[in-house]
């Protein structure tokens, strides 16, 4: 099992900054990824960005490259999901997520984006 906790959601203006973190705990030696999903109010959820255990590989939907980084810091067991030149359409529940034997997700974090 492994237990995955967000925090960094809030309101912003556009063109602001938030960075959200993942602190992951449990059977964390299983897991190959862990990525940030998010969803909008009447949309299906999205991958926004993942990052790959092996060779700390990442990647990005076109919709943040450029303006989101994900990244990670093994000893604290925490993914983070750095963003930039926010946008209101950048506004939804984001969710952190890890594959290992299974899909593990958090609660969310409700990013807003005020125009």
């Known amino acids: 099992q492994v237990q995955l906790v967000e925090s960094g959601g809030g309101l912003v203006q556009a063109g602001g900054s938030l960075r959200l973190s993942c602190a992951a705990s449990g059977s964390i030696f299983s897991i190959n990824a862990m990525g940030w999903y998010r969803q909008a109010p009447g949309k299906e959820r999205e991958l926004v960005a993942a990052i790959f255990s092996t060779a700390s590989i990442t990647s990005y939907a076109d919709s943040v490259k450029g303006r989101f980084t994900i990244s990670r810091d093994n000893a604290k067991n925490t993914v983070y999901l750095q963003m930039n030149s926010l946008k209101p359409e950048d506004t939804a529940v984001y969710y952190c997520?890890?594959?290992?034997?299974?899909?593990?997700w958090g609660r969310g974090t409700q990013v807003t984006v005020s125009s």
């Open positions: 997520n890890a594959k290992a034997y299974s899909s593990y």
